[in-house]
């Protein structure tokens, strides 16, 4: 479990093709225009979770890069595929009982990957308006939470099709959100409470068909 707060960014060194997908080879050394290069973390244990751009990965190495295998299946349906050597992902280490939860609950599990449509630079924000594919169960609510590559950010407007979230200067100080560009595609989660009540709905709604 995550809460969507990016505690570093770290630029990718390598994404090499492996029998099972590929191996993400990412500087040990984060860096933020707003701290500078940050000191590595000294208790990472081979094994543990920690949120890639908001996908849930597998630390597999941590010697002169981190590195984490990314299956067929997350490549498919994820963002992380088409990153390139350079471009910062954002890391989450797992919430641990007891941490604060200045975000909202994220499992780290990519619902639909979204398109960059419109960046509008305003005065003291950015909004982007971002799609969603038509048949996606995806959904937002105006003020409600997304998760965005991995960073909780809040809803602006909402339609079914697609969203808008306002991204204010200390987000893009810390985050890689200043590389993406229209056209790009973002791994998004919906919040992990509408996804329940959305389930439940649906069920509901098979159930109704089932008896008529």
């Known amino acids: 479990m995550f809460t969507g707060l990016v505690e570093r960014t770290h630029k990718i060194t390598a994404l090499t093709p492996s029998e099972a997908g590929a191996r993400l080879h990412l500087e040990?050394?984060?860096?933020?225009?707003?701290?500078?290069?940050?000191?590595?973390?000294?208790?990472?244990?081979k094994g543990e979770s920690i949120a890639v751009n908001g996908a849930c990965l597998t630390l597999v190495e941590d010697g002169e890069t981190l590195a984490f295998d990314v299956i067929h299946e997350t490549l498919r349906k994820t963002s992380l595929g088409q990153r390139q050597q350079g471009e910062g992902v954002h890391l989450e280490r797992a919430l641990k009982i007891g941490d604060r939860l200045g975000g909202h609950y994220v499992t780290g599990h990519i619902d639909t990957l979204g398109r960059l449509e419109v960046i509008d630079n305003l005065a003291g924000e950015v909004i982007w308006q971002i799609s969603v594919p038509a048949e996606s169960p995806f959904k937002t609510v105006p003020k409600g939470s997304v998760t965005v590559d991995g960073v909780s950010l809040t809803v602006v407007e909402s339609q079914r099709d697609q969203f808008s979230v306002a991204l204010i200067p200390h987000t893009l100080e810390?985050?890689?959100f200043d590389e993406r560009k229209p056209g790009d595609l973002l791994n998004l989660e919906m919040d992990h409470?509408?996804?329940?009540?959305?389930?439940?709905l649906q069920q509901r709604f098979n159930d109704e068909e089932d008896q008529s």
């Open 28 to 45: 040990k050394v984060a860096s933020s225009s707003l701290d500078g290069h940050l000191a590595p973390w000294e208790d990472l244990q």
């Open 193 to 200: 409470f509408g996804r329940w009540v959305e389930s439940l």
């Open 174 to 176: 810390v985050t890689s």
